[in-house]
C-alpha cells in the first residue's frame, strides 16, 4: 500500500512549467488575438438585428395569417357592412351624392375581381405557409452565414 502511495505521489507531484514554453505559448495567443481581434459591439449589433428582424418576420406572419382568415371568414359580411356604413354616411347630403356613385362603382369592380380573391386564398392556402417559413429560415441563417464569413475574413485559416 505505501508503494502505491509513493507511485502516486510521484505521479502527482506538480512540477514546476519551464517559463520559456509558457512564453512563447503566450506570444502565439497574443498574436492570433491581435491578428483576428473580437468586436463584441459589432456581434451585439448583429444579434439585436437578428432578434428585430425574427420579431417582424413572425409578427408579419401572425398578421398576414390574421387577415388571411378575417377575409376568408368575414368577407362578404365585411363588404356588406362596409356598403352600408358608406350609404349611410352619405345619404342626405347632396355634395356626397356623386362620391356615393363612385362607391357602387367601386363596390362593382370589387364584384368583378372577387375571382382574384378566390385565386389569392387558393394561392396562400397553397403556399403561404412555405414562403413564410422559407422568409423566416432566410433571416434567420443570414446572420449566421455572415459571421462565418466575417470569421474567416479576419482569420485565414479558419
Do not use: C, N, S, Y
Given at each position: 500500500m505505501k508503494e502505491m502511495d509513493d507511485i502516486l505521489k510521484s505521479v502527482f507531484h506538480d512540477k514546476p512549467i519551464a517559463q520559456e514554453p509558457l512564453q512563447?505559448?503566450?506570444?502565439?495567443?497574443?498574436?492570433?488575438?491581435?491578428?483576428?481581434?473580437?468586436?463584441?459591439?459589432?456581434?451585439?449589433?448583429?444579434?439585436?438585428?437578428?432578434?428585430?428582424?425574427?420579431i417582424f418576420l413572425s409578427t408579419f406572419f401572425v398578421l398576414s395569417l390574421s387577415l388571411f382568415l378575417i377575409n376568408w371568414f368575414l368577407g362578404s359580411w365585411l363588404g356588406g357592412g362596409l356598403n352600408a356604413?358608406?350609404?349611410?354616411?352619405?345619404a342626405n347630403i347632396p355634395i356626397l351624392a356623386w362620391f356615393q356613385d363612385r362607391w357602387v362603382w367601386l363596390f362593382d369592380t370589387l364584384a368583378i375581381l372577387s375571382n382574384l380573391k378566390l385565386g389569392y386564398q387558393f394561392l396562400w392556402q397553397q403556399y403561404g405557409l412555405a414562403v413564410m417559413g422559407i422568409l423566416f429560415s432566410w433571416v434567420l441563417f443570414e446572420g449566421i452565414r455572415d459571421n462565418k464569413l466575417k470569421r474567416k475574413a479576419f482569420n485565414g485559416n479558419s
Open positions: 512563447g505559448m503566450r506570444m502565439r495567443i497574443m498574436d492570433q488575438i491581435l491578428a483576428a481581434p473580437v468586436d463584441f459591439q459589432e456581434k451585439r449589433l448583429a444579434m439585436q438585428r437578428r432578434k428585430w428582424g425574427i356604413l358608406v350609404l349611410w354616411l352619405t
